[in-house]
């Protein structure tokens, strides 16, 4: 008897996970905020391009505010932001969000919650972008928890493009420069 093969996820994301309309733009015109993007590639181990990834992220909008039931602030939600959006990567596993810098709350630092979704990935990889500009980084107690030696692998650096921001997040999904990653709960 031979081994059957081994049974991964993928690569069929965009099939099923990415249809109509470009979901990577969370804004519209009369968004409130600050627009910014966020550009930057998902890599492997040997920082090599995952071209097939899929990339979610999850934000309140400028004034901190989910839109889900969960937040009690949700009736008061910025209506023009989407506050979900998905990218996949494609040639040298790039992926790009057009989004506004998130508020925050409670003393918290700004930050982006992060999925990432690649072949060979039976559970997803779920962690949190942070933003290299902010003060309240020094006293976001989720930062804080990580070894300050892995701290930068969840800070995105700005690179100012003319009209909007530009942050750079890479996610490196194993090996030494491994993205910190966290258990969803």
């Known amino acids: 008897m031979k081994q059957s ?11 099923g996970l990415i249809y109509g309309s470009p979901q990577n733009k969370l804004v519209q015109e009369q968004t409130q905020g600050e ?16 071209l097939d990834a899929l990339v979610e992220i999850w ?20 209506p023009h932001f989407r506050g979900f959006g998905r990218a996949e990567t494609r040639q ?4 790009e969000f057009v989004t506004v810098k998130p508020g925050s709350r409670n003393g918290a630092a700004p930050y982006i919650n992060v999925r990432v979704f690649a072949r060979g990935m039976l559970i997803h ?10 003060p309240a980084n020094a006293n976001d107690p989720v930062l804080q928890a990580i070894t300050p030696e892995r701290r930068h692998t969840l800070v ?7 009209q ?18 966290f258990n969803p709960e």
């Open 35 to 50: 627009h910014i993007r966020i550009s930057g590639r998902v890599l492997d181990g040997d920082g090599q391009p995952v």
């Open 164 to 181: 909007v921001f530009v942050y750079r997040f890479d996610i490196y999904l194993q090996g030494a420069q491994e993205t910190v990653f």
């Open 92 to 95: 040298e596993g790039v992926f």
């Open 156 to 162: 995105a650096h700005c690179q100012e493009t003319g």
């Open 5 to 15: 093969a081994n049974q991964t996820v993928g690569p069929y994301f965009r099939i």
């Open 125 to 134: 990889a779920v962690t949190r972008l942070y933003f290299a500009d902010e």
């Open 59 to 78: 934000q309140p909008d400028a004034n901190g505010i989910y839109n889900h039931p969960a937040d009690p602030l949700q009736d008061q939600v910025d």
